[in-house]
């Protein structure tokens, strides 16, 4: 027999995507509509200041704020950051300039990219203003950027406004996606590559003895290592089931069907299988199963009846 | 021996033992419990205590590191949380853990805590994961990432004239120096200071994207003294937080943390040591102005967040650091910091002392 080498280590891509539908406050709706309509909107704050991009609540009073007024689409950079390699999903996708801008007629700043040049061109203190979007839908992006502008600030300051838009936007749809390469660590990299030799093998705890399938790598009572690998089944004992009445989406599974928590032989804690070849009103606790694999499947399809007589109850009371 | 010289609490209460990983630019052998398990066993061992005599765990991670959901529920396997224990998550760095702990251990319901915290961002890319947590509305749809919002703030610090780029060079080199005597830490000795990352931040303003674990086990009174020679008391503690509108606040400063520091009587009696969590050599700069430290103070002998700073367990790291130094005697009165959010929007503060020799 010779040292088997560490196991190569599993890698797969993960991806998590999660798109929140988010409403909007009052004060929320009239900025996002504005920018819609190509309004910049913001909000005066308890002690006078004007507040863009507006807020709900005043950030120093907590008290609800609610008077808008309507800022420039011009405004003065109060400091910058150049971008050389932007990012996905990033404003621009050429090199540009994070910047927080100052709008004339507001007391606080707004990120957004600034499109410039180069690092050169950008400086603290310089004029820009808005890029709109071609295509606006009421989402902080229909700010495509900002450019340099050479001009100067309006004279008037901040006009009320009343925040009343035609088909005003209450709600955006906050995209996200993440991409991760998932490795799996070492018990359970153990655990698939047995079952791609259709095994099964899971972890004994040196402390309590209790072999755990699939195995996470720790016994959770004992709070230790599980090191020695165990292989188990490939029969098992139903412990308990239930009937499935319900199919599920992209599932060629006829419905109804059991759905049974399997008890394998020599674990110690029962994993979950359907359970096939036999009649749904038919399956009972103690049933005796095997896996069925299929051609190519990475786990069993499902477990089947071994025929042999139903394991008595006191062998599995212990694993419901 | 005498007790804590500034105690306003309740009750006396300190950290008695300290571990961490080695902080590593991959662990893609280890799942999340099995990196945890070695040190949760290690923090333990110091004191002698087991899992199943602790009054209270808690714990400190987030999901969307590893993108694995409930993943602190796998790692509390490695804790031995049966039968069942009392115990607590924050999805927060583990100095918020542990503050919670330590408020548990002041109400009386516990009189030894464990608070461990880990971050494995080795799957994912932090930079792109840390824009979800900004405000959904007016931030997140830009994807601006951490180092882009830390060189806003570095641009404006620039701009007031508190800082240069040969200073911020400075400190990063002073940081990985410092690390050269800290086995754990991720980037030691000396590190080029590199291109742009984005301007004025080059990647030796930047911390170490890596995987790593911490744990302190806190305890009460005589029972501290009994588990550590020399235990840290914590003699004071508090945080703060402010406004996430980025252009709401002046970027140079840090009120949160100033006032995190008076709360927890920094400025009652001066410190030897501090251990800032600072990720980005600029936010050193902001730190040490709030929390108003000489040059006569310790800053990251550690080598800081700049050598190692995983996800999650940076900032209790920053307390378990100052802690340590207090175990061995190198120091006798320390400030430990902690941050989250991003340009330092939200600040812990600790003053650890140890008793007098
Ligand atoms: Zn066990």
Redesign the pocket.
Known sequence: MTAASPPEVLRAPLVVEFPFTRSLGPVQSAFLTGLRDGVVLGVKTSDGRVAVPPVEYDPVTSEEIRELVEVAATGTVTTWAWNDRPRPQQPLGTPFAWVLVKLDGADTALLHALDAPGPDAVRTGMRVRVRWAAERTGAITDIACFEPYDGPAPKAGPAPHDGVFQDPVTGIVAEARLDYVYSPGRAQTAYINALSEQRTVGER??????VYVPPRGA??????A?TDQVEVGPAGTVTTFCIVNIKAKNLDIEVPYVYAHIALDGAGLALHGRIGGIPYDQVRMGLRVEPVWTEGGRYPDHYRPTGEPDADYDAYKELI | MTGPRTSRYARDVAVVAFAQSDHLRRTDELSEVEMVMPVLHQVLAATGLKAGEIGFTCSGSSDYLAGRAFSFTMTLDGV?AWPPISESHVEMDGAWALYEAWVKIQTGEADTALVYSYGKSSPGSVRDVLTRQLDPYYLAPLWPDSVALAALQAQALVDAGETDEPALAAIAARSRADAGANPHAQLRGAVPQGDYQVRPLRTGDCPPVGDGVAAVVLAAGDLARQLCDRPAWITGIDHRIEAHGLGLRDLTDSPSTRIAAQRAGLFDAPVDTAELHAPFSSQEVVLRKALGLGDTVAVNPSGGALAANPMMAAGLIRIGEAAARIHRGASDRAVAHATSGPCLQQNLVAVLEGDTR
């Open positions: 705890c040196p402390s309590c003895h209790k016994c959770p009572t004992c709070g230790v599980t | 031995g």
